[in-house]
């Protein structure tokens, strides 16, 4: 039976309203939770709409979303490129749960999404092996596949808070290079194996089929560990967008890494120094010096809801919830504050918690109808700790544009604006 209690009963956790997680834990039910769309009235029956009056639609060959789910869609904003080069962002204000629908995962391409035709498609594998191979996706549809929950966040992700002012951004524009998939695959140590390392390999160089013959330098241990070659993505073949017909997954490593379109995997004794590693995807620090070859995504979170552009209604209960994820393995806590980190709590964690994959957190609040300012703070099982701004800023500071993981505010003013802040 669910226990049934008013929020002013619920424990408070931290300040400003931020009440104790057993409101999930325990499946506390919150009565009073918000009066918009209750009615406290008897029941009365309901009112037969026009859609119960005559027979839906058909069949479709590919199932579509409801057309009042318009809005829920990805974010492009014209760049100063040419058309096909830039990206388009996860909505994660709009999502829930920890997956992210195929047709919403955020894309980056260097030029276009190729039209590959799977048929004529190759993956060479050569250099520092004994025996190159060449396989057909027919070929590689017959080695044992295996499926994972993993994120693929882009290294750029969050360079919007590097800005000296708070932009008016809301979470896809500024955290919505994200997104989370199950992924299906071949292990590509499997195939490394089978065309045997030479002992002087240490590297493996991956190169796609698009225009750009997007590159990247990945280390041989990471290949031998958990990366996966994926054919499918949420159960379908993996989207244009993504990678079709063949896309490279290393778990946890920063996005540009995971290379799209895969057709070829060249073993090296060194890091072939290509464009996206040298000019790119290296972290510049305040000191004019630069990190290279930092490839795990450090730990992160971000409150989806509220979030600029979900304004509140009116005081009262409100759920707060985010994702929170980390490179370097999985989540073991996420704490929130509503005045600004003064005071913190711990919020819930939704299962399942897997290493490398996103985990959705929630938060009861009673909101007075003052001003908040919201923060989401991760911990994962290594024990790394989000850091605050100032933190990020006295380490790397805010010259670069890859790998921002500091805590992130919104400030909720007295008429339920929300807005991005720094604080």
Same mark, same amino acid.
């Given at each position: ?7 002013e ?6 300040g ?51 057309p ?39 894309? /980056? *391409? ?6 590959? %035709?799977?048929?004529?498609?190759? #993956?060479?594998i050569? +250099?520092?092996?004994? @025996? ?35 932009q ?34 240490r ?12 590159? /990247? *330098? ?6 031998? %560990?958990?990366?996966?070659?994926c #054919?499918?993505?949420? +159960?379908?073949?993996? @989207? ?9 997954l290393?778990p ?25 590693e ?21 730990v ?14 009116d ?9 929170a994820?980390?490179g ?8 929130v ?6 005071s ?30 919201l ?33 992130a ?5 007295e ?6 802040v720094?604080?």
């Amino acid at each position: 039976m669910i226990r049934k209690t008013h929020p002013e009963l619920v424990d408070p956790a931290a300040g400003n309203g931020i009440l104790s997680r057993r409101v999930f834990l325990e499946g506390t039910l919150v009565v009073g939770a918000t009066a918009a769309g209750l009615s406290c009235g008897s029941a009365e029956p309901l009112a037969v709409q026009p859609w119960m009056k005559v027979p839906g639609t058909g069949f479709a060959g590919y199932g579509q979303p409801s057309p009042f789910e318009s809005k829920v869609v990805k974010v492009f904003p014209p760049p100063p490129n040419p058309p096909g080069v830039g990206s388009s962002r996860t909505p994660l204000h709009m999502l829930e749960g920890m997956i992210t629908p195929s047709g919403l995962h955020f894309e /980056r *391409s260097h030029s276009g999404v190729p039209e590959i %035709d799977p048929d004529q498609h190759r #993956l060479v594998i050569h +250099g520092l092996v004994k @025996r190159p191979l060449v396989f057909t996706l027919e070929a590689l549809s017959r080695y044992p596949m295996q499926s994972r929950i993993a994120f693929i966040e882009c290294g750029g992700n969050s360079l919007a808070l590097n800005a000296p002012q708070a932009q008016p951004l809301n979470v896809a524009a500024i955290h919505g290079l994200l997104g989370c998939s199950e992924w299906t695959g071949v292990r590509l140590s499997t195939l490394l194996d089978e065309a045997g390392i030479e002992p002087e390999a240490r590297w493996v160089i991956a190169e796609g089929a698009d225009a750009a013959a997007m590159s /990247r *330098s990945i280390p041989l241990t990471k290949a031998m %560990d958990d990366a996966l070659l994926c #054919l499918y993505q949420n +159960g379908e073949r993996v @989207r244009p967008s993504n990678g079709y017909p063949l896309r490279l997954l290393l778990p946890g490593f920063e996005g540009n890494m995971n290379v799209k379109w895969l057709r070829r995997l060249k073993l090296t004794a060194g890091p072939a120094m290509t464009k996206d590693e040298t000019s790119k995807y290296t972290i510049l620090l305040k000191d004019e010096k630069a990190w290279q070859f930092v490839f795990p995504i450090e730990v992160k979170s971000v409150i989806t809801r509220p979030s600029p552009g979900l304004a509140l209604r009116d005081p009262g209960f409100y759920e707060i919830s985010g994702l929170a994820w980390s490179g370097n393995g999985s989540i073991r806590q996420v704490d929130v504050s509503a005045d600004g980190g003064r005071s913190w709590a711990p919020a819930a964690l939704q299962g399942p918690i897997l290493p490398k994959a996103p985990v959705r957190f929630r938060t009861a609040w009673q909101w007075n109808g003052g001003p908040a300012v919201l923060q989401s703070r991760a911990t994962d099982d290594t024990g790394m700790v989000q850091p605050t701004r100032a933190q990020f800023a006295a380490e790397r500071g805010f010259r670069g544009v890859y790998h921002y993981n500091a805590i992130a505010s919104w400030r909720i003013d007295e008429m339920g604006e929300v807005s991005n802040v720094y604080a």
